[in-house]
C-alpha cells in the first residue's frame, strides 16, 4: 500500500542559513535530477506566499489551475526534445489512424494531434513533477500535503489538490537576490 509521509513524518532537515550553494548541493544528494528539481522549486517560489506554501490552485489568465498541472505546463517545454517529441507525434497519429479517429482535414488533424500529444507530455509531467516532489520531501527541502473536498488531509483522492509549502531556509536561498 501506498503511504505519502511527507507532511506527517520527520524527514532530513538542511542545514540552517543557506545560501544558493548549499541548496544546490542539497538538492543534488536529495533527487537524482537535480536540475528539474531546482527549476521545480524556482516555479513553485513564484506562486509561493510569503510563507513559501504554493497551491492548491494557481490563477492563470482568470482560470484556477491544479498547482501540479501548472508546473508541468510551465516546465514542457523541456520535453520539446525533437526526436522524442517527433515519435510521440508519430505514435499518436498512428493510434489515430488505426482507431480511424483522424479528421480528413489536415489542419483539423493536426490539431488533434497536438492536443492529444499535450495531454501525453501533461501526464508523463505529473509524474515527473510528483517524483521531484517526493526527492524534495525526503529531503527536507519541501513539503506536501493534499486539499479540497471536506478537509486537509496527507493522502491524496477525494478531489484533494497537492499544496506545497517550501521550508524556510529552502525558501530564503531561493529569494535571496
Request: net charge positive; proline share 5%; no cysteine.
Given at each position: 500500500m501506498f503511504h505519502q509521509a511527507d507532511l506527517f513524518e520527520a524527514s532530513v532537515e538542511p542545514a540552517?542559513?543557506?545560501d544558493t550553494p548549499g541548496l544546490?548541493?542539497?538538492i543534488a544528494a536529495a533527487s537524482p535530477r537535480p536540475k528539474f528539481s531546482y527549476m521545480l522549486l524556482q516555479l513553485l517560489e513564484e506562486v509561493a506566499d510569503e510563507k513559501g506554501r504554493?497551491?492548491?490552485s494557481v490563477m492563470v489568465n482568470g482560470d484556477a489551475v491544479p498547482v501540479?498541472?501548472?508546473l508541468c505546463d510551465a516546465l514542457a517545454p523541456i520535453a520539446q526534445r525533437t526526436p522524442w517529441r517527433r515519435s510521440t507525434i508519430e505514435t499518436?497519429?498512428?493510434a489515430l489512424e488505426q482507431a480511424d479517429e483522424l479528421p480528413a482535414d489536415p489542419?483539423?488533424?493536426d490539431r488533434v494531434i497536438e492536443e492529444r500529444v499535450r495531454e501525453r507530455v501533461r501526464q508523463s509531467g505529473r509524474c515527473n513533477?510528483?517524483?521531484a516532489v517526493s526527492d524534495l520531501c525526503r529531503g527536507g527541502l519541501l513539503r506536501r500535503h493534499y486539499q479540497g473536498y471536506r478537509v486537509d488531509h496527507q493522502n491524496r483522492g477525494a478531489q484533494r489538490e497537492a499544496v506545497y509549502t517550501i521550508m524556510p531556509d529552502t525558501l530564503a536561498a531561493l529569494r535571496r537576490r
Open positions: 540552517r542559513g543557506m544546490l548541493a542539497a504554493a497551491g492548491p501540479r498541472d501548472w499518436v497519429r498512428s489542419t483539423q488533424a513533477v510528483s517524483r
